[in-house]
Structures are given as C-alpha cells and as structure tokens.
C-alpha cells in the first residue's frame, strides 16, 4: 500500500507528518553554530545523512536574521564551478550586467560584495557540497580572501553534505578555514516525540519503546518509511494499533517489550538456552555492539525460540513473530 492509503486506513485525511516540525537537540546546537558563523563570517560545513534536518535548521535559522541568502539552483553539483558561484553572486546582489572577462567579473563581484556586505551580511549556502569538486572549493578560498575598505572576508558560507566534502583529495587548505559540524540524529526520547506527535494513535506504547531503541530510526525520513511499514504490517495482521510483535517481525527490535508481554523473565530464558543472564540482557535491551555479531544473532535467535513456545496456543501471537 501507498503511504497515504495507509494512513486513510488509519482515519487521516490528511499527512500527520507534513508540516511537523521537532526541535531536535541535534537542531538547536546547529542553528547556534550557524549564528556564530554568520556573526564572524566563518565558513562551516554541515554534515548529516539525508533527513536529518539539515536544510530545515538553517533555512529556520537565517529566516529570523537580517541576512542576504544566495543559493545556486544548478542540479548538477559536480560540474559548478566558481564562476556559477560568482555570477549567483552578483545577480542577488546587484542589477547590474554580469562581465564575461574573467578578471574583470572578479573586480565586479569584489565591488558590489563589498558595498552589499556593509549594508546587510551576505551567506552563501551550498547544498549537496560533497559532490563539488575539489577544484571548486579551493577557488572557494580564495574568492573569500577577497578584501574591501580593509575588511575580509565580506560572506560566510555554509556548506550542506552528507558526507565531509574536505575529504576530497588537496583541499587541507580549505579544509583548516573551515569548522565542521555532524549532526548526530534524534535521540530515543525524540524519537518517541516524534511518534506521538504524528501517528500515536495507532502504536501501542510498548511498540513506541521499541521502535525508539532502533538504531534505524536516527533520522526523520527513515523514521517515517519505518512507521508507515508498521501500520500496513498491523494492518495485514487485523490489529487497530501497532504493537512491539510487528517492530519485533520487521526490524528485529522490540524484545524487551516482548519479554516482559509474555511474562517471561530472564533467567528463564537462560535456564531454557544456556545463556548467561549478562550476555542475554544485552540483547534484550539493544546493545549488542559489546558483543560479536555472531553471538548476538544466535542469542536473538534463541530468545524469539523461547518466546514461540512460552506463546504456544497463542495463534495470532504466534503468527506475527514465526517469520522472525
């Protein structure tokens, strides 16, 4: 199903996630650093895989700042070059006919960025910067040297990427003139935030508590794709609300709140498997990175085993976690 045919199965008419906008920690302490960078003219690089709010705290950012935001409209990131920047520059800031000869164009650009930048501060925002090339961010650095009446630089840049564009092969120079800032993702608790400020209705709390200690759902378009699977599962599965059973059936997360639904405890489990209480708890609370990947596969194996059986009898239980 569609994601809008699930959500109209759900009684919605219209999308709980559009227009939903979290202030998420890893936001705030972005749009700090973007306020201090525009205040000292730094060049900063943003970086957070896609979704997780990058493009959403800077646009919230400058909109409540008395700045002039330049963008490039260019699809294709790999092939700007500084002139593309440079005739974005002068069209936004001035009206005046874009030179063709390349030295004069740049004593165009030094004159009206100068003039423009004692009237109002200037921010040059580069999305997708990890596909530039490199030849492109180091004519960067030098079109910030740029001087007027005694003052350099006369902009700040702020650099949006997936992944750190500086990576790229002869760009330390740019690289020690530029602070780099990664977003970390949404916490457990913003997670659950998140959940019940768009779909609660349809989750069970224990399902909201499992699903927060997903690693997967660190960022806002994984988290949706996420939910939205777990209300069509529950849906095939006859349920009105989404219980820990699909988050255990389709992301492996969820035995803690499985445990504790079939009233089963620990040592239980490790008297039925073998395995120590130690090694069977960090499974159930999700931190099996203390342990190989070989251990914790076959210590969730084990503990869905004891589950099937402490639910036998249970067929619509049963059903939902035999394909896990």
């Known amino acids: 199903m569609s994601r809008l045919a699930v959500l109209a199965e759900y009684g919605y008419r219209k999308d709980p996630f559009r227009g939903m906008h979290l202030e998420t920690a890893d936001i705030t302490r972005v749009k700090r650093i973007i306020g ?27 909109r409540d700042m008395d700045v ?53 501060e200037i921010v040059l925002i580069l999305e997708e910067a990890h ?26 840049v702020i650099m949006l990427g997936q992944y750190d564009p500086m990576r790229k092969p002869g760009v330390d120079e740019v690289r020690l003139r530029t602070d780099t800032v990664y977003m970390k ?35 806002f378009l994984e988290l949706q794709e996420m939910l939205i699977a777990l209300m069509e599962r529950a849906l095939a599965c006859g349920h009105k609300k989404v ?42 609370n999700d931190r099996m990175d203390k342990l190989t990947d070989d251990t914790a596969s076959k210590t969730r194996e084990a503990i869905a085993e004891v589950i099937r059986k402490k639910m036998e009898g249970k067929a619509g239980a049963l059903r939902q976690v035999a394909g896990a």
């Open 131 to 156: 596909r530039l090339h490199g030849q492109t961010l180091r004519s960067l650095k030098t079109l910030r040297e740029m001087e007027w009446m005694g003052q350099s630089p006369l902009f700040t």
């Open 185 to 219: 993702g949404l916490t457990q608790n913003e997670v659950k935030d998140y959940t019940r400020a768009t779909v609660e209705k349809c989750f069970e709390e224990d399902a909201i508590e499992a699903l927060s200690r997903l690693r997967t759902a660190r960022n």
């Open 36 to 62: 201090m960078a525009v205040e000292s003219r730094a060049m900063v690089s943003i970086i957070a895989e896609r979704g997780n709010g990058k493009s959403r705290a800077v646009d919230s950012t400058l």
């Open 243 to 284: 219980t820990a059973f699909e988050v255990f059936d389709l992301y492996g997360g969820g035995l803690k709140e499985l445990i504790k639904l079939t009233d089963i405890s620990l040592s239980e489990i490790a008297d039925e498997t073998g395995i120590s209480k130690a090694t069977l708890s960090l499974v159930a």
């Open 68 to 120: 002039k935001v330049i963008s490039l409209f260019t699809s294709d990131k790999e092939k700007v070059l500084v002139g593309d920047i440079e005739r974005a520059l002068i069209a936004d800031l001035s009206q005046e006919e874009i030179k063709r000869t390349r030295e004069i164009r740049a004593r165009q650009l030094r004159r009206i960025m100068g003039e423009a930048s004692r009237r109002q």
